[in-house]
């Protein structure tokens, strides 16, 4: 067994459902302690992190990460315990398989390989590890950021463990991601009786005009790194439950999904700008989860494509598509952040998993990566 899928075992292991660690963070910093890392343990309110380095001098390259991972779901649909991890005809299952625990072991034992080849390597290797990126993203990465730019450190380039990879190993690569713009909107009406409507306010109907042009409307159409901007609705709530009352009010929770062409006040506009053309009455709260970076060709772009080529023989694709990460939080203390993990087709799913050989490949694109630059 090899110690990349050894370590990966031991981690999935843990029930570290969001935002619990259960000791992931413990496993990963006894073996950095041992290379000689300097490390912080950082714990805002439930969440446990860890600012780890290798070095004192510039450039400072950075793996970020979480041992946090979602909840299972129905646990009958799952052909073995999600946290007793499973391998069957070469492919390993359990909750974190995927997102991210393999990519943490890889991180892990990549360091050890390049440490122990490169002792005096220049510059510093660091690890920013969170226990709440699955969750509401409050206390952890975001947190940590806060407090190393506050104390005016800096990252220079920090290669983020998600699972990029689309069909197999290394052919996918994120260099940056869209932005996320979410509102809370509540609609005003008037409760009454179904066979007096006109005594009574639909927030139903009210909305229905709005939203139908707002779901239909072309945002805009991106750009040569950026998918076009999206709206989506992802809760929307009315009525008492009898089937004769007319609802005094709608709850929506909605998302925009928005590429650099966009500003968040342009959005804010248009949105309530159409929910005013249609006679809306409504209150709307607004919430920022991360505004779109990217990361233009650079030293960190070509070591990593490099670093996949080297195993592959392929250079990646280079994508901004999906959600969020915790790169968002890392880009603006000046860092180019590239992602690079396994195959994310079954993260977040029942039986989520990934094929065991990619756990050493992904092993070495990291060595690539950390000789790349730091060698």
């Keep these: 067994m090899s110690p990349t899928l050894e370590l990966t075992l031991d981690l999935m292991a843990r029930r570290s459902v969001t935002p619990a660690d259960e000791g992931c963070q413990e496993v990963m910093l006894r073996r950095l302690r041992a290379l000689g890392f300097e490390v912080e343990v950082l714990r805002f309110g439930s969440v446990e992190n860890f600012w780890a380095r290798h070095g004192k001098a510039g450039p400072v390259?950075?793996?970020?990460?979480?041992?946090?991972?979602?909840?299972?779901?129905?646990?009958?649909?799952?052909?073995?315990?999600?946290?007793?991890?499973?391998?069957?005809?070469?492919?390993?299952?359990?909750?974190?398989?995927?997102?991210?625990?393999?990519?943490?072991?890889?991180?892990?034992?990549?360091?050890?390989?390049?440490?122990?080849?490169?002792?005096?390597?220049?510059?510093?290797?660091?690890?920013?590890?969170?226990?709440?990126?699955?969750?509401?993203?409050?206390?952890?990465?975001?947190?940590?950021?806060?407090?190393?730019?506050?104390?005016?450190?800096?990252?220079?380039?920090?290669?983020?463990?998600?699972?990029?990879?689309?069909?197999?190993?290394?052919?996918?690569?994120?260099?940056?991601?869209?932005?996320?713009f979410s509102g809370r909107l509540t609609v005003h009406g008037v409760q009454g009786h179904v066979a007096y409507p006109q005594l009574a306010e639909n927030p139903v109907h009210s909305l229905a005009p709005a939203l139908a042009e707002l779901t239909s409307r072309v945002w805009d159409q991106g750009n040569?790194?950026?998918?076009?901007?999206?709206?989506?609705?992802?809760?929307?709530?009315?009525?008492?439950?009898?089937?004769?009352?007319?609802?005094?009010?709608?709850?929506?929770?909605?998302?925009?999904?928005y590429s650099p062409v966009q500003t968040l006040e342009g959005l804010k506009d248009t949105v309530e700008g159409i929910l005013r053309k249609h006679g809306v009455r409504y209150t709307l709260e607004w919430y920022v989860s991360g505004e779109p970076f990217y990361t233009p060709s650079g030293a960190?772009?070509?070591?990593?494509?490099?670093a996949v080529r080297?195993?592959?023989?392929?250079?990646?694709?280079?994508?901004?598509?999906?959600?969020?990460?915790?790169?968002?939080?890392?880009?603006?203390?000046?860092?180019?952040?590239?992602e690079l993990g396994v195959v994310n087709a079954s993260i977040h799913k029942v039986n989520e998993c990934v094929r065991v050989p990619e756990l050493d490949a992904l092993h070495q694109m990291y060595f690539n990566v950390l000789k790349n630059l730091l060698a």
């Excluded at 299952?93 to 122990?116: H, N, P, Q, W």
């Excluded at 104390?151 to 990879?165: A, H, T």
């Excluded at 929307?236 to 998302?255: D, H, Q, S």
């Excluded at 280079?318 to 590239?338: H, M, N, Y």
Aim: charged letters at 25%; proline letters at 7%; one cysteine or more.
């Design 61 to 180: 390259f950075c793996f970020a990460g979480h041992t946090d991972v979602v909840p299972t779901g129905p646990l009958e649909e799952w052909r073995s315990d999600p946290f007793a991890p499973t391998i069957r005809d070469g492919v390993l299952y359990g909750r974190g398989a995927a997102d991210m625990k393999s990519g943490l072991a890889a991180m892990i034992t990549a360091t050890e390989a390049f440490v122990s080849a490169h002792p005096e390597h220049r510059g510093t290797l660091a690890f920013l590890i969170t226990s709440d990126e699955e969750g509401p993203s409050v206390d952890g990465t975001k947190r940590v950021a806060e407090l190393l730019a506050a104390r005016g450190e800096r990252i220079d380039w920090c290669l983020v463990g998600e699972p990029s990879s689309e069909r197999s190993i290394g052919d996918t690569i994120k260099i940056g991601r869209r932005g996320s």
């Design 300 to 306: 960190l772009s070509e070591a990593v494509r490099e």
């Design 310 to 338: 080297e195993v592959t023989g392929t250079p990646p694709r280079l994508s901004t598509g999906g959600g969020t990460s915790d790169g968002r939080f890392i880009a603006p203390l000046g860092a180019q952040v590239v």
């Design 224 to 257: 040569e790194h950026f998918e076009p901007t999206s709206f989506q609705v992802s809760n929307l709530n009315a009525g008492t439950g009898a089937p004769n009352v007319i609802p005094g009010e709608l709850k929506a929770r909605f998302n925009l999904r």
